[in-house]
């Protein structure tokens, strides 16, 4: 039985290699997106014609070094404290993982500040502290345009689902989902959308962790995948839902602390002043080459156009505004729907600790996020887009170089203090994020299919546990194993892909089974499965995919322009030379290549498939369930709503 | 769950109930809607009406890095103005109505 297990959740997980199918480029590399903008197009106002000043002239990036390195004499002893300090964490909490539901819920013992720190910890991935900081230092307003969504969305979480999922629920997802509706076929189904929203999530971050480690420590990817790998497992497999709450509190402790420090030094250099500030963004000679020529790509200067002030406006990333909606509805409807999310909300004793929780998680995630700007811009500023796009395209380095120039500035040991204590964040930061998420898909498997589906409901508790340990040990170890095998594929999409999942397919069907009368298995069915479907489905068909006839155009390209200044008799620089063989070798390995289904060109522009998906999944719960009526799902609705709205009965169904 | 069997039809059916549901579904149903469409004028805005984002007004700060700020402004205080209304509303005529059936 238990190698079936392990065998369902790796081929669960295999399911997620189909989306990560590309060829590696930097992780979420947004340069690739960028089409060259007259800017003059972006923004006539600005241009006027009688306008003859000049920009002034760039002054010459500073030749920065294209690597960054963590002094490991100070690197070691941090890594050391936060990897003993949960360890201790661990052996606590293992003492008091004696029931199911400690090791899901905690017992259901957390209070709501608790829980707000560790959904805050649980939620902001390193994908959002390094990658929007990045952004925002590559491309200025557009990302902090970006991180809006992500706090947005606990709207939703706090007024729809909360509570309601904190008195009608137990462990899962699929303890709402079935409680009016047949058990066994609705957990069944709800345990595989999870455990797929769960592994896209967690390849993404696995792959994210081993990289950034190589990049910061010098470890090889493959010993940074098991070394996390290892540690993850260790915390959920022992210590449960306890030990993971306190990684994630203490993670986003770090967090805001590390976040907080480096604004207060870019506040410093810019003395304090907010005006003085946007003054110093606007006219920096480095960002406004970096906008003339790297961004709008106007190869000479438009006469009197603002570039330092157009790194303020929009549009400078975000090109297609049906996706940025689109990404919009998958990250205000899939937050809610996040298995790992909800799943907090049972942790909590009452539904006013729920609400609390998440007032609790939205002011730190409110105030990160401003918190970001000033270390995207400061980042910007200080660094030079210019020596940030060198070390990562992506921009994922920004807050790091940051914290080793600002602090370096005042000594060069607190320059090392402060990126080894930055490196020691994003660590963490994985660590709680990763757990979050094993925790979460083996409860899907071993609550829902194993206890739940295969037997019965009848299990004892000794077995329940042995069934959440043993499964949370398979999900980690397939997850250890999924990262090594992507290592180099293209990831960046799979947290897109995730939000998908979930606001397509978990959302509609947790409102409906709360909220209307109606609803039963078929619609918890359909609406799972065709919300599910359609996502990865459009996100196959989507930009996201490799096509390498488009890969081979592009070699082209570079081949064309370069042989044309090797006729015109110019030498060709080293680099030019080996960029040259580079596009070249691409061109004849893609030139007759097709995408994974078989298409020379995306089928769909956008890249997020939520506009169209979201609508689906709805749509779909709602046909599935007037189609197959049920008599006895309507007649337990009074049930679910009192329950949801008042709490009754919720202490007894916990307690046995 | 063999527990103490709850009369659910009679509960949904009190007028205490019916009263509850009722302010709660407006209260919730309302301000989500709200945020939705406050959220949402950010990247509509953005993309159909850039030369509004582009008004400087304090400095070089413009209307759409303020309109951006002013979104985490905007959820706090839904956040705050609901748990306020819930702590002192909802959570009381629960109490009364899960007294009355104990």
């Known amino acids: 039985m238990k190698k079936l297990l392990a065998g369902i959740t790796l081929a669960l997980s295999l399911g997620s290699f189909a989306f990560a199918e590309e060829p590696a480029k930097a992780p979420a590399a947004p340069g690739a997106a960028v089409t060259a903008q007259t800017a003059a197009t972006a923004a006539p106002a ?5 306008a003859k000043v000049a920009t002034p002239a760039p002054a010459p990036a500073e030749e920065s070094k294209t690597t960054i390195k963590a002094n490991p004499m100070v690197t070691i002893p941090i890594f050391l404290a936060i ?88 462990f899962t997802l699929g303890d709402i989902l079935s409680f009016r509706t047949e058990p066994k076929i609705v957990r069944a189904v709800c345990a595989i959308s999870v455990v797929a929203v769960s592994t896209f999530y967690l390849t993404a971050q696995m792959v994210g962790a081993g990289k950034l480690m190589q990049l910061l420590l ?35 402790g770090l967090l805001m602390t590390g976040a907080a420090v480096l604004s207060v030094l870019v506040g410093i250099k810019a003395g304090m002043n907010p005006f003085q500030f946007f003054n110093d963004i606007a006219t920096n000679p480095n960002i406004i080459e970096h906008v003339q020529k ?84 400061g980042a910007a500023i200080h660094l030079t887009p210019q020596g940030i796009s060198a070390v990562d395209k992506g921009g994922n380095m920004a807050a790091m170089m940051l914290a080793q120039k600002l602090g370096g500035d005042i000594s060069p040991f607190l320059g090392d203090l402060l990126l080894a204590f930055l490196c020691a964040v994003a660590f963490a930061t994985i660590l709680a994020v990763v757990s979050g998420l094993v925790l979460a898909a083996s409860a899907a498997i071993a609550h829902d299919i194993y206890v739940n589906v295969i037997k019965d409901g009848h299990a004892d508790q000794h ?64 609406g799972l499965v065709v919300g599910t479907i359609a996502s990865i489905a459009l996100v196959m068909v989507s930009p996201n995919m490799t096509y390498p006839k488009k890969v081979a155009e592009d070699a082209q390209k570079v081949v064309v322009k370069l042989e044309e200044k090797q006729a015109t008799g110019a030498m060709l620089t080293a680099k030019e030379m080996k960029d040259l063989d580079k ?27 939520g506009i169209i998906s979201i609508p689906l999944g709805f749509i779909a719960a709602i046909v599935g369930c007037l189609a197959f009526p049920s008599r006895r799902s309507e007649e337990m609705f009074d049930e679910i709503y009192v329950r949801q709205n008042t709490g009754i009965g919720i202490a007894k169904a916990v307690d046995h | 769950m063999a527990d103490k069997q709850y009369d659910w039809g009679a509960i949904a059916k009190n007028p205490k109930f019916v009263e509850l549901h009722r302010k709660k579904t407006t209260f919730l149903v309302g301000w989500w809607v709200f945020s939705a469409v406050f959220y949402f004028l ?61």
């Open chain 1, 46 to 50: 600005d241009v006027t014609g009688a």
């Open chain 1, 83 to 170: 990897i003993g300090v949960t360890m201790c964490v661990v052996v606590w909490s293992a003492k008091r993982t004696k029931s199911a539901a400690d090791f899901y819920t905690a017992g259901g013992g957390i209070t709501g500040t608790q829980n707000g720190w560790a959904i805050a910890g649980d939620y902001m991935s390193a994908a959002s502290f390094l990658g929007i900081s990045g952004m925002i230092s590559l491309y200025g307003y557009d990302g902090f345009m970006y991180s809006v969504g992500w706090l947005v969305a606990y709207i939703t979480v706090l007024l729809i689902v909360a509570e309601p999922c904190r008195n009608a629920g137990k």
């Open chain 1, 218 to 252: 010098g470890i090889p990817y493959k010993f940074a995948i098991v070394g996390v790998g290892i540690l993850m497992v260790g915390y959920v497999v022992f210590g449960g839902m306890t030990a993971t709450t306190w990684v994630q509190i203490i993670k986003a």
């Open chain 1, 294 to 377: 790297t961004v709008l790509k106007d190869p000479v200067a438009v006469a009197g156009f603002d570039y330092g002030q157009r790194f303020l406006e929009p549009g400078l990333f975000m090109k297609n505004p049906l996706d940025q909606i689109s990404l919009g509805m998958a990250l205000v409807l899939g937050t809610a729907g996040m298995p790992h999310i909800l799943m907090r909300f049972f942790t909590v004793p009452t539904a006013q600790a729920a609400r609390k929780s998440v007032i609790v998680a939205m002011f730190i995630i409110g105030f990160f996020y401003i918190l970001t700007t000033l270390l995207g811009f």
């Open chain 1, 463 to 526: 077995e329940q546990v042995m069934a959440a340990r043993i499964t949370s040990l398979c999900v980690g170890a397939a997850g250890i194993l999924i990262g090594i095998a992507a290592e180099k594929q293209n990831v960046a999409h799979l947290v897109a892909l995730a939000f998908a999942v979930a606001s397509s397919g978990n959302l509609p069907v947790i409102v409906m089974s709360l909220f209307w009368r109606k609803f039963n298995t078929a619609g918890v069915v359909s």
């Open chain 1, 583 to 609: 596009a070249k070798a691409d061109y004849a390995k893609n030139k007759d290549g097709k995408s994974m289904l078989g298409l020379d060109k995306p089928l769909i522009t956008l890249k997020n498939p």
């Open chain 2, 42 to 102: 950010l990247p509509i805005g953005a993309a159909f009406a850039p030369g509004l984002f582009k008004i400087k007004i304090l400095g070089r700060i413009n209307f759409g890095y303020l309109f951006a700020l002013s979104q985490f402004f905007v959820s706090w205080g839904i956040a705050i103005y609901y748990a306020h209304v819930a702590n002192k509303d909802f959570d009381r005529l629960t109490r009364e109505l899960v007294d009355e059936f104990k």
